[in-house]
């Protein structure tokens, strides 16, 4: 087991650079997941901790030791491919043994040890068995024997459930976390799906084009966003995010386009007219008789837990909301939707940054 | 589709079924032969010039399958670097294998001239050899020669093919071999050779067959010579049927060819079954 620490890492391929500058600090045993939308940077990422690709400037520490320079196999790091890289001519025993017997650990140690990683991956009964003959769910728990046999100081996983039908890959998510909280080894899991991201790990790492957007744990990315990438990638449906300006007459308000107006938190340092980018999660919109926002129903989607609702503004932005009661919407009416103030983001309307409110401190 | 298939059973099997029955006939050319049951073989069974073919056939056939093989594959690997200029040099690679026969040799007739040899004039150049050396005209060398010819031409065909079924293998496969703690001679040993016998199968299948057979090349360097050292049985059968005029003589050693190629496609069908590793369902 080791900590991870990645300091200002740059990468070019050729004389295009596609990481900027990354910086994640990874605690001993803990589930960092990246997540980002395709072509950020992601795989890179790992392959460079992982010893697959060079690391142009900056440095990568294992544990207290710095492995720019050490090879692969020197860095004690186990991966997971996107298509699991078994070896298609060794059965399920030897693919998992492999590194062992490089190692030259003897024959007794080594089946004890595919044996002890095939009974925590449900795998003892397809040891003979080939690859080939193996259906989707059951490579990708081979993968995973593999990693573990080696009792690695740090798994890598990329995207390892993306090849996955959506049963398969909410079940096998059930069974990394578990398997993580049983060997408590330090893991690194590249994904693009956000729900992945958010329902495995203990620290999630949003990337976008070559650069970290935000660092925290799940709920606090999604309470707390930073800017506005985070708020729109982390979620789902994504959280509704209108234009407009800063109104301080009186107690302050947002204007938004087609004449919206939303009560803001009354202790607010943005001045007057400021552009800003207002953010509300589809599950904080009420529904209000008299007040808030007007909304036109556009389409209903009941799925038995909750009521889905999309609908316009006035000024054509659209709207998302959910609700847990069973209302009943026809398309075409106006509904109004208000929420609690201290449930409102705030983005500056050029930097996305983030306007930090009373209720962040 | 009936006539079809007739046809073709007339076309492949007529040219085999007329040399194996001239094999057992005293036929010479201009004269139809009249059955003289296995006479021919009896003959050659007792021809010391018969036996030396077989001998330098397989001799021949043997090592030079193991040196294209040993080369090819050498070459293949080095191919599937990440070299600059990687297209022009797979290109330049084909090159001995597009040349037709006939100029290649005539080539190399011309680099084993005992007058003129380039390579003995380049050798006594680096001050390795005092005089020049007879390639075709003494027995030993003149094997070695035509061995080397033919390696030359062979390789092409055997380091391309390899080449293709280098570039079949995932790098995911040699990136995770790598984590694994392999080195590279373990991605060969472990990785690479393993995923590559199937094609390595088929490759030598054809190699073999196509050296067994092989005619142009020593008809052209050597017609057999000096003293038959380099009479395979397709020169010998060429030599004693088209030129000595005794077809069914010469049919009857080019028959005496049939079991050998049997069984190297026996050997290679067993060889080609689908290994365990690669049944089974899609990816
Ligand atoms: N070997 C390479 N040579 C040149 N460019 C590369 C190479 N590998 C990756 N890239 C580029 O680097 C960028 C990041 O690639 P990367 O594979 O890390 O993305 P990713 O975040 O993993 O995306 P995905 O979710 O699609 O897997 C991409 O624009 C890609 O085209
Ligand atoms: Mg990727």
């Known amino acids: 087991m080791a900590s991870v620490a990645i300091d200002e890492v740059y990468k070019s391929f050729g004389a295009v650079e596609i990481l900027h500058g990354v910086s994640v600090n990874i605690e001993d045993g803990e589930f960092v997941t990246l997540v ?30 710095v492995v720019n320079n050490v090879a692969p196999k020197e860095r004690d790091v186990a991966m997971v491919f996107q298509n699991y890289a078994l070896y298609p001519h060794m059965t399920v025993a030897e693919n998992m043994a492999f590194s062992l017997m490089l190692k030259g650990v003897s024959k007794p140690e080594s089946d004890a040890g595919v044996r002890r990683a095939a009974e925590i991956l449900g ?30 100081a740090v798994f890598l996983f990329d995207e390892p459930l993306s090849n996955l039908d959506a049963k398969l890959r909410v079940q096998m998510r059930a069974e990394i976390k578990e398997l993580h909280q049983r060997l408590k080894t330090t893991t690194v899991y590249v994904t693009h799906d956000q729900i992945e991201a958010m329902t495995m790990a203990d620290k999630i790492v949003v990337m976008h084009d070559g650069i970290v957007e935000q660092i925290g744990p799940p709920l606090e990315l999604y309470d707390r966003p930073n800017n506005l990438f985070v708020a729109s990638f982390i979620g789902s449906p994504a959280m509704n995010l209108l234009r407009g300006e800063i109104a301080t007459g009186g107690s302050p308000s947002f204007r938004g386009a087609g004449g919206i107006s939303v009560p803001l938190a009354s202790a607010l340092s943005i001045p007057n007219g400021e552009p800003v980018v207002l953010g509300i999660r589809p599950e904080h919109l009420r529904l209000s008789d008299d007040q808030g926002i007007p909304v036109i129903v556009a389409v209903v989607e009941p799925t038995g837990s909750e009521v889905q609702l999309i609908g316009r503004t006035a000024g054509g ?19 109004r939707l208000t929420a609690e103030p201290s449930l409102i983001h705030l983005f500056h309307g050029e930097t996305g940054q983030r306007f930090q409110t009373r209720t962040d401190q | 589709m009936l006539p079809a298939a007739a046809l073709l059973l007339v076309f492949l099997t007529y040219p085999l079924g007329l040399g ?75 090159l001995p294998w597009v040349v037709p026969t006939v100029l290649s040799a005539i080539a190399f007739w011309w680099i084993y001239d005992s007058q003129f040899s380039i390579l003995s004039w380049a050798l006594q150049q680096m001050g390795l050899i005092d005089h020049r050396i007879n390639f075709l005209g003494d027995p030993e060398n003149a094997r070695a020669s035509v061995i080397a010819a033919n390696v030359w031409r062979g390789i092409p065909f055997v380091a391309i093919t390899l080449l293709a079924g280098l570039q079949t293998i995932p790098q995911s496969l ?29 490759t030598m299948t054809f190699s073999v067959l196509f050296t067994f057979t092989d005619f142009q090349l020593i008809y052209v360097l050597t017609r057999g010579g000096p003293v038959n050292a380099t009479h395979l049985m ?13 077809l069914g003589e010469g049919a009857a050693i080019a028959v005496a060819m049939i079991p050998f190629l049997l069984a190297a496609i026996l050997f290679s069908y067993f060889g080609l079954q689908r290994r365990k590793w690669q049944q089974g369902g899609g990816d």
């Not at chain 1, 932005?317 to 026809?330: D, L, P, Q, W, Y």
């Not at chain 2, 009896?42 to 021949?60: H, P």
């Not at chain 2, 040699?174 to 094609?199: C, H, M």
């Open chain 1, 36 to 65: 980002g939308p395709s072509g950020c940077g992601k795989s890179t990422l790992l392959r460079m901790i992982a010893g697959l690709e060079k690391i142009s400037r900056g440095q990568i520490a294992i544990g207290e030791r």
């Open chain 1, 123 to 152: 795998l003892v009964p397809l040891l003979a068995r080939y690859p080939r003959q193996l259906s989707g769910g059951q490579r990708q728990r081979v993968a995973m024997g593999r990693a573990i046999v080696r009792d690695p």
């Open chain 1, 317 to 335: 932005e659209e709207i998302v909301a959910n609700f847990r009661e069973r209302h009943s919407f026809t398309p075409g009416e106006t509904i």
């Open chain 2, 20 to 94: 194996v029955w001239l094999g057992f006939t005293d036929a010479r050319i201009g004269r139809p032969g009249i059955f003289i049951g296995i006479e021919n073989y009896e003959y050659l069974w007792s021809d010391a010039v018969f036996w030396l073919s077989v001998f330098n056939t397989l001799l021949y056939t043997i090592s030079a399958s193991i040196l294209k093989f040993a080369l090819g594959l050498w070459l293949a690997l080095i191919l599937n670097q990440n070299l600059p200029f990687k297209s022009f040099f797979r290109a330049i690679v084909l």
């Open chain 2, 174 to 202: 040699y990136e995770a071999a790598t984590l694994d703690g392999a080195s590279r001679w373990q991605l060969f040993r472990y990785v690479t050779l393993p995923l590559l016998t199937p094609i390595i199968a088929i």
């Open chain 2, 234 to 246: 397709a020169t010998l059968s060429f030599q004693r049927g088209i030129s000595g005029g005794q």
